[in-house]
């Protein structure tokens, strides 16, 4: 795909590529803002899965856009499949981990429907 | 692979290798994908080493009763992607401005099927996309426990209950089977977004 004319094609696949870094590089900025300033655990942990998430897929998807081989592109799919496969799940855990060791402030969390009484009664 | 080459424990490898066929085939494709080129070479020797995974880190089969359905694989694929946009930006914005941080709630969401497949889907879309995340998820009964990041943005345990029960809706449609579908009290040629009041009702029956 190298060989494409260096004309407007190219110009729009730059200025793309461009746009797609600075709102990437903005995502995870904001994430790794967010991660300094939520006050709890599980807070934190939406900043890792959502902002950072689409923050590199834009990033990568800038790259594919300025190198435009196909060997490179399809390492790119993979990294963005196994990132939207992985973050949500490493979330999970240490959330949940954090939950059932007691380091989450379950005050501050209104409404809590995660009482021990209200699991499990009705079924 | 060598160990105690007993007739019939070859010819169980055998069968797991080729019942999980697609396993194999999604390992060799990584396998390719990594090293960038496809020759023969490489297809080969991802197949080899997917075989070896396949037999050395033995996985339960998945029992999935579904079939796939392009039309609404698209609109859960565009949805979540128009999601995912809205959620990072917004996920983003409330990191980034000034105040106290919003209100966080648990949110207790009772899916409508605890298959193990769909159960799984829905958990790391719903993750990824509302201001959501699963902190527990009980497979016996279907339970999702749901953090929120800002609970009145997201218009109160109802809301969340809502939107959660929509994208569990949009992924059956993508991928269960009829017999699911009927079972869920799905109607086939429905629409997603039209299905407004179908959420309120489980959200009856939790408010015990």
Do not use: Y
């Not at chain 1, 496969?85 to 959330?95: D, E, F, M």
């Not at chain 2, 692979?1 to 390992?27: D, E, F, H, K, T």
């Not at chain 2, 060799?28 to 997917?50: P, Y």
């Not at chain 2, 109160?156 to 059956?172: H, I, K, P, Q, S």
């Amino acid at each position: 795909m190298t060989d494409v004319e260096p004309g407007t094609l190219t110009a729009v696949a730059d200025v793309a590529a461009a746009l797609c870094l600075l709102a990437g590089a903005f995502l995870t900025f904001a994430a790794g803002m967010g991660v300094v300033r939520f006050p709890s655990l599980l807070a934190r942990m939406h900043t890792v899965t959502k902002p950072q998430v689409l923050g590199l897929v834009l990033l990568l998807l800038a790259l594919a856009l300025r190198v435009r081989s196909w060997s490179a592109v399809a390492m790119l799919v993979l990294v963005v499949i196994f990132q939207l496969v992985t973050a949500p799940v490493a979330a999970h855990l240490v959330g949940r981990a954090g939950f059932r060791t007691g380091k989450v402030d379950e005050s501050e969390l209104r409404p809590n429907e995660m009482d021990p009484g209200a699991v499990d009664d009705d079924r | 692979m060598s160990p105690p080459p007993s007739r019939r424990g070859v010819r169980r490898r055998l069968r797991r290798l080729v019942g999980q066929w697609p396993a194999l085939l999604i390992l060799a494709t990584v396998w390719v994908l990594l090293w960038g080129d496809l020759s023969w070479a490489n297809a080969l020797a991802g197949l080899g080493l997917g075989a070896v995974v396949v037999l050395a880190f033995p996985l339960p089969p998945i029992r999935a009763d579904g079939r796939f359905r392009l039309v609404p694989a698209c609109v859960l694929a565009g949805r979540f992607v128009a999601d995912l946009v809205v959620a990072s930006f917004e996920v983003a914005f409330t990191a980034l401005r000034p105040g106290p941080p919003p209100q966080g709630a648990i949110v207790r969401v009772r899916l409508r099927n605890p298959d193990d497949v769909f159960l799984t889907l829905t958990a790391v879309l719903s993750t990824l996309v509302p201001g959501s995340l699963v902190v527990e998820a009980q497979r016996r009964t279907g339970i999702m426990f749901l953090h929120v990041l800002d609970i009145e943005a997201s218009g109160g345990a109802a809301g969340v209950r809502r939107d959660v029960l929509r994208l569990e809706e949009r992924v059956l449609r993508a991928f269960a089977s009829d017999d699911v579908l009927a079972r869920c009290d799905l109607p086939r040629p429905g629409r997603p977004a039209d299905e407004a009041p179908r959420g309120g009702r489980d959200d009856a029956g939790e408010e015990s």
